[in-house]
């Protein structure tokens, strides 16, 4: 597949884009780093955390976990329950979205094990490390063999218009994994790192969420190498940190320590980032307590962040001049 009909897919003399959500919001993170080994790449780390959610699922259920229950879901399941009921997500089949990112990192694994040896042969090939055939044969198979891929309707060139946040998250296809799983196969740098993550995670990857400035990443990290992965380009895309420093926003000294911007997310984090991105789909579709109630639940997974405080002292002002406005409207019809 890869080597008789296909082409490796490297990134670095692609068109690159700056891939911005969340408009000028800076995401949360915090540092969590999984013990783990990879090189026999097993399968065991994604089965055990689905099969720890596999009862159903729901919101509230979710909210209510304690941080050490957050670590048994897995993101998949995580993300997808945060998108439920949104515009775009009315209709999420969670069994066969889950089934799909199984069968996405089946064919990962058949394809890194059948290409194995080639690495073996010529390591120089890759780099000098099985890190980067692995993210090599999985970026391949999910861009080749699955189609998946920025959408075309969000791509700009780094120079040009930020998308506004009305028009950016008005669907949750492009925000959320479920548009990624079904006949699209499109998303955003708010979706297609999550992918990346939840299938290299089933495969035992030790695969991380990371913030920059607007703009999310995966980084493999097993305590011995480290790799980021840009999600948003075509083929296997890697910068240092330095790069996302500066891009898609660059950043302050400050903003990184406070925001810890460039550190990898736990799940906590995670389930931050994802409820702050389900208050921009709520805010988007004019649905303003639902979207206050998300965005309290980000500053509460996250209260240091100063950036997601913002945000929330900007709902809360919506929400009250949204109530003040509907007071007026029934006084006028009352009169």
């Known amino acids: 597949m890869l080597i008789e009909r296909k082409q490796w897919i490297r ?22 780093v999984a013990a783990r080994g990879i090189r026999q790449g097993s399968a ?17 259920r979710l909210l209510s976990m304690s941080t050490s229950e957050m670590k048994q879901v897995e993101i998949g399941v995580m993300n997808l329950v945060c998108a439920a009921d949104l515009a775009g997500s009315e209709v999420i089949d ?53 189609g998946v891929g920025y959408s075309p309707d969000r791509a700009r060139p780094s120079d040009g218009a930020i998308e506004p946040n009305e028009t950016f998250f008005a669907d949750s296809r492009g925000i959320f994994l479920h548009g990624l799983l079904g006949a699209e196969r499109t998303g955003t740098c ?5 992918l990346y993550v939840a299938v290299g995670r089933r495969l035992g990857y ?3 969420l990371v913030a920059a400035k607007n703009h999310l990443f995966a980084r493999w990290d097993d305590g011995r190498e480290r790799l980021n992965i840009e999600a948003t380009t075509q083929g296997l895309t890697t910068f ?16 990184e320590r406070t925001e ?15 409820l702050s991105l389900r208050a921009q789909c709520l805010l988007a579709a004019g649905r303003w307590d639902e979207a206050l109630f998300s ?7 996250a209260p240091h962040s100063a950036s997601q405080r913002e945000i929330l002292h900007r709902v809360r002002s919506q929400v009250k001049q949204q109530t003040q406005k509907e007071q007026k409207n029934q006084t006028a019809m009352n009169l």
């Open 11 to 32: 990134g670095g003399s692609t068109t690159r884009f700056a891939l911005v959500f969340l408009g000028t919001t800076a995401l949360v993170i915090m540092a969590w």
């Open 295 to 301: 965005q309290e639940q980000v500053c509460r997974l």
């Open 190 to 194: 708010a979706s297609l790192p999550v």
């Open 44 to 60: 065991s780390h994604g089965r055990a955390a689905t099969s720890a959610t596999a009862s159903p699922m729901t919101f509230s």
């Open 260 to 274: 810890r911007y460039l550190t990898s997310l736990g799940p906590a984090e995670e389930l931050s980032v994802f």
């Open 94 to 146: 969670m069994p066969a979205a889950l089934a799909e990112l199984d069968r996405m990192a089946r064919q990962v694994k058949t394809e890194t094990e059948k290409h194995y040896r080639r690495f073996q042969i010529n390591p120089q090939e890759f780099n000098s490390s099985e890190t980067y055939f692995r993210l090599l044969c999985l970026v391949t198979v999910l861009q080749q063999d699955f």
């Open 240 to 255: 240092d940190d330095d790069y996302y420093r500066r891009w898609p926003f660059p950043m302050t000294p400050e903003e």
């Open 206 to 208: 030790p695969l991380k």
